[in-house]
T-cell receptor
Framework: NAGVTQTPKFRVLKTGQSMTLLCAQD?????MYWYRQDPGMGLRLIHY???????AKGEVPDGYNVSRLKKQNFLLGLESAAPSQTSVYFC????????????FGQGTRLTVV | DQQVKQNSPSLSVQEGRISILNCDYT??????FLWYKKYPAEGPTFLIS?????DKNEDGRFTVFLNKSAKHLSLHIVPSQPGDSAVYFC????????????FGPGTSLSVIP
């Protein structure tokens, strides 16, 4: 059972470079999310999607873009990376909203130098 | 303004004893509260949840208590086992607002054999 898979697991970027993080889930979940985790801050929601072809902004969306062209995939893009985007990024998916567990990927550690 | 607070960054407990992890919140609109557990280099995994209309929910060794008047919840682990050593995140979920799943900063639990 793959669950939620994130690629890559690690990445180092130079300031100004761009990259895309890929999230894939095989549970046929409607909802998908991108979070970032920083020390002492918990998990903060960047963007989310409630179904194929839909995206919406979360708590900290600036500097990121997302796309959900296929139900199983949710892509997070950084167009021009900044050191403030150094973080651990987690993708998650869930069957529905409201008191339902979200399944998380293993995380992507991104360093922007 | 942190809506979900976990004021103890770390906690150490002897194996076999009770672990109590605390969480305070400010948003009275949360409908559910969830606890997630996270091991190093892995994504968070769902542990237990409680509806805002309940005051207790139990699942095996894990019990969550909710005190709405004090805006406080706690996770009890009895008996604690070395495998419980992880970071525990408390989260509040507001059903009416998709982006209102707010995570606390986490508490790192160490269970000493």
């Amino acid at each position: 059972n793959a669950g939620v898979t994130q690629t890559p697991k690690f990445r180092v970027l130079k300031t100004g470079q761009s990259m895309t993080l890929l999230c894939a889930q095989d549970m046929n979940h409607e909802y998908m999310y991108w979070y970032r985790q920083d020390p002492g801050m918990g998990l903060r929601l960047i963007h989310y999607s409630v179904g194929e072809g839909t995206t919406a902004k979360g708590e900290v969306p600036d500097g990121y873009n997302v796309s959900r062209l296929k139900k199983q995939n949710f892509l997070l893009g950084l167009e021009s990376a900044a050191p403030s985007q150094t973080s651990v990024y987690f993708c998650a998916s869930s069957y529905r909203r409201g008191n339902t567990e979200a399944f998380f990927g293993q995380g992507t550690r991104l360093t922007v130098v | 303004d942190q809506q979900v607070k976990q004021n103890s960054p770390s906690l150490s407990v002897q194996e076999g004893r009770i672990s109590i992890l605390n969480c305070d919140y400010t948003n009275s609109m949360f409908d559910y509260f969830l606890w997630y557990k996270k091991y190093p280099a892995e994504g968070p995994t769902f542990l237990i949840s409680i509806s805002s209309i309940k005051d207790k929910n139990e699942d095996g060794r894990f019990t969550v208590f909710l005190n709405k008047s004090a805006k406080h919840l706690s996770l009890h682990i009895v008996p604690s086992q070395p495998g419980d050593s992880a970071v525990y995140f408390c989260a509040g979920d507001q059903k009416t607002s998709y982006d209102k799943v707010i995570f606390g900063p986490g508490t790192s639990l160490s269970v000493i054999p």
